[in-house]
């Protein structure tokens, strides 16, 4: 028999753990400091309903209804022309497969970074500073060893299974990250400058709203951070029970996963205004400093500064991070290793360890031809192919899936489904297309 979560609860969690990710702690604040602060959030927000949750909701009806792995799903809903459809289905869907393994190579590279710092600020608490240095300093030999112990804890959830590994973890490990989130929101709270920080998120400005970029970069932010495009949220939803309510589900994970972006904001943009005020430098050519540097130099620098209790808040950031890496990065393989058990007929086990092993190879090559290798393929993966894999499921949903589409079925009894089921259709492949064109022409 077909493994499946256990509890409703169950799955909400496993899915906001994968929505929640890099993409929430990490990116959203990120893309709010370079935005123009609360503007972003704002648009976000809007983009969430019109666009992101519409497909959350198409992506886990597919698999819902197929409840198979998104190869075997997407080839057997897009029958429509006959044949074309399921094969155009089929390589969508492993292209999805790819699309996850590359995605998790380098997704692992980062995760065992952020791994790599909470570890070195335990250093730091216990007055170790060459651990701290060693574990803080980026080196060919820390990069292979944390992406090798990152794969490894994917690799001992996602063998136990969906209702034994992934549900019992995401239960786990969900609560857990809103705590530390909270605590350390509390404690920024209360740090001198943090007002402003505030403000500038809280408070739209006529001039953030400026930014031409502000509505394609939200839509792109909401679709990485929702975990569209590369068949996680199809799989998760090919583990739901055939009588759950895809709809609401889908609000409610979507709920739950800006809420943890919005409280990530709530933590990091305030700290930059502490740190501001401590005098450190927090910004370039008028934007707020962003990516990297804002994790790895910024907020360290300024948990040092904070005393005693500074490594303890490195450490619980940073573990953070890492929790919500890892509730992310198990969804994703289960894409591969739902593929290799019931298309390709290996044991879980078995696939497990060639996914892992999969994964093992790209990172390596990552880490070791990081400069020409790693921005092509976070580009490629997230400006490429999420878009497009988005596309196509709009499209399997609105016009080749025509057998028990419950949403058809509905639109042809009331206005209201029939306007949902045209915004599918119509609306939402658009601004895809939109999204697609502004990121082929803009580079
Ligand atoms: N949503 C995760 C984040 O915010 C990343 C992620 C996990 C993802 N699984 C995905 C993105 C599947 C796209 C597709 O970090």
Known sequence: MRDSFRTRLGFILAA?????????????PTQVANHGGAAFLVVYLVVVVILA???LYTELSIGHQAQANPVAALGKLAQRPHRL??????SVGLLNVGGAILMLSFYHIIAGWMLAHALGSLALAVDWPEAHKALTTSSLWRDLVFVAVFLIGTGTI??????????????????????????????????PGAGAGFARYLQPSMAGFSDPNLVVAAMGQAFFSLSIGLGGMMIYGSYLNRDANIGQLAISVAALDTLIAF????LIIPALYVAMGQGMQVSENGQ??????????????????M?????????????????????STISLAEVPIAYLLESRQHSRRRATTLVIAAIAIFAIALVIWFVPLF???????????????????????GWLWSRSNKLKDQAQQHWRFRLLFWHLRLICPLLLLWVFIDVAFAG
Do not use: C, D, H
């Open 375 to 397: 921005a092509w393929t976070v580009a490629y993966v997230t400006k490429f192919q999420l878009p497009l894999s988005g596309l196509f499921y709009f499209i399997v949903l």
């Open 307 to 327: 005393g005693a209790a500074g490594p303890w808040l490195g450490f619980f950031f940073f573990l953070l991070l890492s929790i919500a890496a890892l509730t």
């Open 53 to 55: 949750i519409p497909a």
């Open 263 to 266: 409280l990530a904001g709530l």
């Open 85 to 90: 459809g399921a094969g155009l289905g089929k």
């Open 158 to 191: 996602v063998v136990r299974g969906v209702s034994n590994g992934i549900e019992v973890w995401s239960r786990r490990l969900m609560p857990l990250l809103v705590v530390l989130l909270l605590v350390l929101i509390g404690y920024i709270a209360m740090q």
């Open 16 to 28: 906001a753990g994968s929505a929640v990710g890099l993409g929430n702690i990490w990116g959203f």
């Open 288 to 305: 707020l400093i962003g990516e990297a540097q804002l994790i790895f130099n910024v907020l360290p620098e300024l948990f040092q500064r």
